[in-house]
């Protein structure tokens, strides 16, 4: 009778939450227009430009048309998705009006549905360019909006910074999902990034909403990561996901190999991670 009873007691995940299974999102009949969502967090090495190139990638798995945006000048997510940066257009080439159609920037990856508009080092130089512009917090919007209904998704990933370039991909979006790795130091910032968003929402864009919480980097062999992650779940409530990355060496094996993890190692845990946490955003009506 005990094992019995073992059997039956739910599974319960890293959230606290019982561990349910998400089913496949429907496919779609139609695409666009899409909802552009900015990866953000201030803090560096949270696993921001991770999460941004493999739920692209997995969400363009279940055949949602998916628009990655580097918005960093240090270019990661265009190496990770194996895109020359130095040698196309690029989104510093589309905010300073020098290539005016955005579709001339966008490159196709090697994961079927998922495009980018790559950055490089040039965009460092932006927000020197942009601070005496009228409305130069809303530029990038006026470029996303060009082929916003050529897509599902808008991924924008955010340089680790409060500043223009950050406020303008807040203004752009309808959402923002915070990677947070499960880490002390990165939860002492998550307070200043929210009142961030909360004063883009009040001034710049009515209709920005927190998509979400991700936790990143988690190591339930150890305590600190539990206290981290229990924090944030008692702080945050249903805006943290259910869906928790853990730590794993496939993940920069994966950058490296410039392929996303569900290419590169399909049966690791990350990649199943990222593929559950596409279906979650579904499942919540985060993304069609």
Do not use: W
């Not at 206290?227 to 996901?241: I, Q």
């Amino acid at each position: 009778m005990a094992n019995v009873q073992a059997q039956i007691q739910p599974k319960i995940g890293p959230t606290g939450r019982v561990d349910r299974v998400i089913p496949a999102p429907r496919k779609l009949e139609s695409h666009g227009p899409a909802r552009i969502i900015a990866m953000c967090n201030q803090k560096g090495g949270v696993g921001k430009t991770t999460s941004t190139i493999n739920l692209a990638a997995a969400l363009a798995r279940y055949g949602r048309r998916v628009l990655a945006v580097d918005f960093d000048p240090q270019g990661a997510l265009s190496a990770g998705l194996g895109v020359p940066a130095h040698e196309v257009p690029t989104i510093y080439d589309l905010m300073l009006g020098k290539v005016k159609d955005p579709r001339e920037a966008i490159q196709h990856t090697g994961t079927p549905g998922l495009d980018l508009i790559p950055a490089n080092i040039d965009l460092s130089a932006a927000e020197v360019h942009l601070v005496t512009e009228v409305a130069r917090e809303q530029i990038l919007g006026s470029v996303l909006r060009k082929v916003v209904d050529d897509y599902d998704v808008i991924l924008v990933d955010c340089q680790p910074s409060l500043g223009l370039l950050t406020v303008n991909a807040l203004t752009a979006s309808h959402g923002v999902l915070i990677p947070l790795a499960c880490e002390y130091f990165a939860l002492r910032g998550v307070a200043l990034l929210v009142e961030t968003i909360e004063k883009v929402k009040d001034r710049l864009n009515p209709a920005l909403a927190l998509d979400g919480i991700l936790a990143t980097m988690y190591d339930s062999r150890t305590l600190h990561a539990r206290e981290v992650l229990d924090r944030v779940v008692e702080t945050f409530g249903d805006s943290v996901f259910d869906t928790v990355i853990g730590r794993t060496v496939k993940l920069p094996d994966a950058q490296i190999a410039a392929k996303p993890v569900i290419d590169y190692a399909p049966a690791n845990p990350a990649s199943e991670s990222y593929l559950k946490l596409a279906r979650e955003l579904v499942e919540r009506g985060i993304v069609a």
